[in-house]
């Protein structure tokens, strides 16, 4: 009996974990957003320490090249921060914002 209820206070635990779990590998670009963007510019690019990101209009050409070389006070990152591949993927998350 104990191992039934167990069991079946486990499955909603479950269920939860594989969602969130399933969101985030739906989405790659909110993952490395969240790990390398998210600290100056706010969840979903809503702003904080640094400028608000979305509605995000730019190109990934202009959006590697503001990352590279920032003409702003941005500190620049590396290929070795974040990789073309990365940034590629923070920009389509960013444009998928409404």
Known sequence: MAKRL???GAAPLIVALAWTLGSAAADPGQR???EKCSQCHGAEGRGGKGPRL????WTYQQALQQIRQPLCDMPPMPASE??????AQIVGY???IK
């Open 6 to 8: 167990a069991a079946a």
């Open 32 to 34: 490395v957003y969240d």
């Open 54 to 57: 979305v509605p995000f209009e």
């Open 82 to 87: 974040v990789s073309d591949d990365e940034v």
């Open 94 to 96: 960013l444009k998928a």
